[in-house]
């Protein structure tokens, strides 16, 4: 069994900055070095959104919203990815979750999501 687990979340004025953490667990023996790895997020009223994606290369994916904001790192000896958010808006007020995913699309597992919310 695996288990994603969210930190760093919280509350932030506009123009701050926060810093994401999901560490992975499990059981002895699972490989934790899933193809993609990303960060999602969940407004209320809204559609759950792909922020951010990791390969497992390392090349980096994200929404244009955030381009130029977010950067997104994984560190696999420490089975963790990273999201840092600089200039934080109003409008990332949202549940960030953290996936894991052996195929770009489809995602295997998700973490329970950490609260991030900006004020004006």
């Known amino acids: 069994q695996v288990h994603l687990v969210e930190s760093g979340g919280g509350l932030v004025q506009t123009g701050g900055s926060l810093r994401l953490s999901c560490a992975a667990s499990g059981t002895f023996g699972i490989t934790f070095k899933w193809n993609v790895m990303g960060w999602y997020r969940q407004a209320p009223g809204k559609q759950r959104e792909l922020v951010a994606s990791v390969t497992l290369d390392g090349t980096a994916d994200y929404a244009d919203s955030v381009k130029g904001r977010f950067t997104i790192s994984r560190d696999t000896a420490k089975n963790t990815v990273y999201l840092e958010m600089n200039n934080l808006k109003v409008d990332d007020t949202a549940v960030y979750l953290c996936?894991?995913?052996?195929?770009?699309?489809?995602?295997?597992?998700w973490g329970q999501g950490t609260q991030v919310t900006v004020s004006s």
């Open positions: 996936s894991a995913s052996w195929h770009s699309g489809k995602v295997d597992y």
